[in-house]
Nanobody, 119 residues
Framework: VQLQASGGGLVQVGGSLRLSCAASGSIFSISAVAWYRQAPGKQREFVARISDSGTNYADSVKGRFTISSNNAKTTVFLQMNSLKPEDTAVYYC???????????????WGQGTLVTVSS
């Protein structure tokens, strides 16, 4: 199983970016996909999550970021609007995946994509 995160880049304050997370490989089902971020010198923090139960967001991004996906959750997007300098970080996607019908759900991580917001 591989998770490929993409879409990062350099954007000015107030701008927008859309990140993508694509899951591939031997996948039976995906229960949830989340985005996390890690700014320089800081711990990795939760950003947003999508599951069959719905979506939830960190308070710091509510109203600015939107997470969405296809039905199978093999492609997940993070639309980021009204970006601020404090959104600068490497963004990682995380997925809870079951590889076979009888298997358990395991966590997988993508490689990260860098978002830089300049003021």
């Amino acid at each position: 199983v591989q998770l490929q995160a993409s879409g990062g880049g350099l954007v000015q304050v107030g701008g927008s970016l859309r990140l993508s997370c694509a899951a591939s490989g031997s996948i039976f089902s995906i229960s949830a996909v989340a985005w996390y971020r890690q700014a320089p010198g800081k711990q990795r923090e939760f950003v947003a999550r999508i599951s069959d139960s719905g979506t939830n967001y960190a308070d710091s991004v509510k109203g600015r970021f939107t997470i969405s996906s296809n039905n199978a959750k093999t492609t997940v997007f993070l639309q980021m609007n009204s970006l601020k300098p404090e959104d600068t970080a490497v963004y990682y996607c995380n997925a809870n995946i079951r590889r076979t019908f009888y298997g358990s759900f395991d966590d997988y991580w993508g490689q990260g994509t860098l978002v830089t917001v300049s003021s």
